[in-house]
């Protein structure tokens, strides 16, 4: 990332506009046209939502997700989705965007936001997607930006006041306190059978399986805080408010008009209109905030949050005195206050630690540890305490936090026993321990550390999910996912052929004979988090986890997008079968990036590129990687240096034959290729594609041989990558000896080898042998050497079966 305020050969854009305008999905689309790229987002929440979306485009190995408790880093990610906070700063990308960008008005969090607006940036491209109130600050700070002024999709109106049992189906109800959100969710289980919840302190895990419930249908209702608030999509009709207030962190007031439009217009999803309103609870809205919403004109922000970001690490002293430095420029405010500068003004104070921050290593080490997060939002001086352990362990010691002080710390937070409020306190106390646990070189065992972390993170998760179901979803509305919970036991009143049955026994084999029964929503949260590894997929597209069947992979309108069919669908319920079809989708997306040898054909072929590139990307994507030299010759031949090179550095080669990605050709991707090919044809892989590498040409039906991998010459059929071996060798004086020799490994009979020199452009064996003769003749004067070399039939053999075929190379 370019931390450089205004690089003005880079293209900046702010796409600011109400809720429901496509500008996260727009920023989405322009950064997969590039070939690398990162979006910061204002929520976990919704930067896992961006991750899967990306992930079931281009597949999970070109994405990393990266937020303060989460990190999923492949090897070589292309495009970073983050919270906006853990944006990896030293990362460069091709495009970059920071999304909900009028936050940087944010009293805590601004500071944060106002930093990426001045400083982030991407090489090529950088977005700034946010409210339309930002946009005489956007124009003040960033003169040379293109401003876009994005409009609704949709209509948002106004339905007044309305009862809890009048509220239309596919309805939010929003609080802003949980205890709060309980208490409706309970009346609306009462009314209605059953309600999903969703709450900013929610795991990632328990949020997705909340929303799933709902998006499927399988309840008609939600209560949520204002966090549904900050770009998460779902498909709701009417936003209900069941209050008009909320406390800040600093004091209880009125929801501003442009905070209630950001939460109201979650209603109308894309072309579909929305309305939103209160509890008859609460008084009607002003017609001036009515009129505000429905227009989506609000003041303009006028002022920033501000932090200096030039630290001075010198002392304890000097390093607050940076942080309470006053902005220069009148647009920006001081920030108020902040947990982790609290934590250094109180650690300062405190003997023991003073005593160890005499040098810049210390003061920037105590700074680190302050920035760790207070998740449980509780007594502020408890939270100091621990970040004073934690310093202290670290300043006196080997670096290292001492695992058996970490034990007893996390240890007792691996309990899901407890009511709601006692698993959110623990989910709270984790995410802590998760954070820390990312800080690699503060622990001895980082990974275990993850791992332990994560696994009561997610445990607690499935158990408060489970909670939640059980309190807020009627039993009967929830019946056929309670008979998943014992899953060892068959189902009363069920064959061994029913869809229950079946599911209870993939269950309980999967979590062990030894082991408890999973239930649906453990068993699908671990196909979600699992890696790229952790499936098997035969040639036939069949896709198993952990040697169950799952789902199968089924023709497509191109080889390149075939579609999906979860092996018994019946059995799953809405939420679980969306969640499973999106993880499986990303599966898919990550196999034909393997057949096309990691090639990112999607980032090449968007508006951003030259005619020429994205024609000969998109034709790339069309041959899975591999086309001939005839459909990429023209478009070749018209690039300039610099587009041809960054194609070789994707991996690009230009072929005596072929034009290709070199890794397309190794086994791993002509694998693949095959299975995609057969799929799309509906019929099997001739037997020996693609292991063999020579087949008769007659196993394949017309036009198939390319698809394969393969190419016909004469009466044998040989493998593409072979095919270029041997034509990169006839390119060299020595090179049809090579050729021979590698046709003799394939065991190619003599006239076969004739016409395979032929097709690919070296001596036909009639020359071959002219010049043989020629040779001899000049070297050898006997009439008898004549008769031997050129006319007994021994020699002839010789000639032509030991050394080769005809046109091979001359016997020594």
């Not at 600011?16 to 997969?32: D, F, S, V, W």
């Not at 998460?232 to 936003?239: E, Q």
């Not at 098997?536 to 799952?550: C, M, R």
Request: proline fraction near 5%; aromatic fraction near 6%; charge should be positive.
């Amino acid at each position: 990332m370019n931390s450089s305020p205004s690089s003005r050969s880079a293209i900046v854009v702010a796409e600011l506009g109400p809720t429901n305008t496509g500008k996260t999905h727009r920023a989405i689309e322009r950064m997969l046209e590039h070939d690398t790229g990162m979006m910061g987002l204002p929520l976990r929440l919704l930067a896992r939502e961006v991750y899967d979306r990306v992930t079931a485009r281009v597949g999970e190995g070109r994405v990393a997700l990266m937020t303060g408790e989460e990190k999923r880093l492949p090897p070589r990610p292309d495009y970073w989705i983050c919270t906006v906070e853990a944006m990896p700063l030293d990362r460069t990308v091709d495009f970059l965007a920071v999304d909900e960008i009028q936050l940087a008005a944010h009293r805590e969090r601004g500071h944060v936001f106002t930093d990426r607006l001045l400083h982030a940036r991407g090489r090529k491209e950088t977005w700034f997607l946010g409210a339309d109130t930002m946009r005489p600050m956007l124009q003040s700070l960033i003169p040379h930006a293109s401003v876009k002024r994005a409009t609704r999709l949709s209509q948002l109106r106004y339905s007044g006041r309305r009862s809890l049992k009048s509220l239309p189906p596919r309805s939010a109800v929003v609080a802003f306190s949980a205890d709060r959100v309980y208490e409706l969710a309970e009346s609306l289980r009462r009314l209605r059978g059953g309600v999903a919840v969703v709450l900013g302190a929610l795991s990632p895990r328990t949020r997705n399986a909340q929303v799933a419930m709902y998006q499927s249908g399988e309840v008609q209702y939600l209560v949520a805080t204002d966090a549904i608030g900050m770009g998460l999509n779902l498909d709701l009709n009417h936003v209900a408010f069941a209050a008009l207030s909320k406390y800040d962190g600093a004091e209880q007031r009125d929801l501003f008009s442009d905070e209630l439009a950001q939460i109201a217009g979650r209603a109308g999803r894309h072309l579909n209109d929305g309305s939103f309103g209160t509890l008859n609870t609460l008084s009607e809205l002003s017609p001036r905030v009515v009129s505000s919403i429905e227009s989506h004109q609000f003041p303009a922000v006028r002022s920033l949050i501000w932090r200096n970001a030039e630290l001075d690490f010198a002392s304890p002293e000097a390093l607050l005195d940076s942080l309470t430095r006053a902005p220069r420029h009148n647009a920006f405010i001081r920030v108020e206050r902040a947990d982790d500068f609290d934590a250094l003004k109180d650690l300062s104070q405190v003997p023991a630690v003073r005593d160890l921050v005499t040098d810049r290593a210390g003061v920037e080490l105590l700074w680190q540890v302050c920035q760790i997060p207070d998740f449980r939002k509780g007594l502020f001086g408890q939270h100091v305490g621990l970040l004073r352990e934690t310093f202290l362990q670290l300043a006196e010691g080997d670096g290292t936090l001492d695992a058996t002080w970490l034990g007893k710390q996390v240890s007792p937070l691996d309990d899901v026993s407890g009511d709601l409020h006692t698993l959110m306190d623990r989910l709270a106390a984790i995410r802590i321990w998760t954070y820390i646990s990312h800080r690699s070189s503060w622990l001895h065992d980082a990974e275990q550390w993850q791992e332990r972390t994560r696994h009561i993170e997610d445990a607690l998760g499935d158990a408060l999910h489970e909670r939640l179901v059980e309190r807020f979803v009627q039993r009967a509305a929830r019946r056929s996912a309670r008979r998943f919970v014992r899953a060892t036991a068959p189902v009363a009143g069920s064959g061994s052929d029913s869809p229950f049955a079946k599911l209870g026994l993939l269950l309980g084999e999967v979590a062990g004979a030894d082991g408890p029964a999973l239930t649906e929503e453990q068993f699908v949260q671990r196909v979600v988090d699992a890696t790229h590894e952790a499936f098997e997929v035969d040639a036939l597209g069949s896709i198993s986890f952990e040697g169950q069947p799952l789902a199968r992979l089924v023709r497509g309108t191109d080889r390149r997008s075939p579609q999906l069919a979860l092996a018994e669908p019946e059995v799953w319920t809405g939420g679980a079968r969306r969640r499973l079809e999106r993880r499986l989708n990303a599966l898919a997306r990550d196999l034909v990036t393997e057949a096309m040898g990691g090639f990112p054909a999607e980032s090449l072929t968007g508006a951003g590129r030259s005619a020429v590139t994205r024609g000969l990307s998109y034709r790339l994507a069309e041959g899975v990687g591999v086309i001939t030299q005839g459909e990429a010759r023209e478009q070749w031949g018209l690039m300039d240096g610099e587009s041809r090179e960054r194609l070789r550095t994707l991996g690009v080669r230009e072929g005596r034959r072929y034009f290709y990605v070199a890794n397309a050709l190794s086994p791993p991707a002509m694998e693949r290729r095959c299975m995609l090919t057969a799929l799309f044809l509906q019929k099997p892989a001739p037997k020996g594609v693609p292991s063999e590498v020579s087949l008769e040409a007659s196993v394949f039906g017309a036009r198939e041989a390319r698809a394969f991998g393969y190419e016909v010459l004469g009466s044998v059929a040989l493998r593409i990558d072979v095919v270029e071996r041997l034509a990169e060798a006839l390119r060299h004086p020595s090179g049809a000896r090579q050729a021979q020799t590698l046709m003799q490994e394939l065991r190619l009979e003599a006239g076969a080898r004739a016409v395979v020199l032929r097709e690919l452009g070296g001596p036909s064996g009639s020359a071959a042998m002219k010049r043989r003769r020629r040779r001899r003749r000049g070297s050898q004067n006997s009439p008898a050497v004549k008769q031997a070399a050129g006319l007994h039939p021994s020699s002839r053999e010789s000639g032509t079966g030991a050394r080769g075929a005809p046109g091979g190379p001359k016997p020594e």
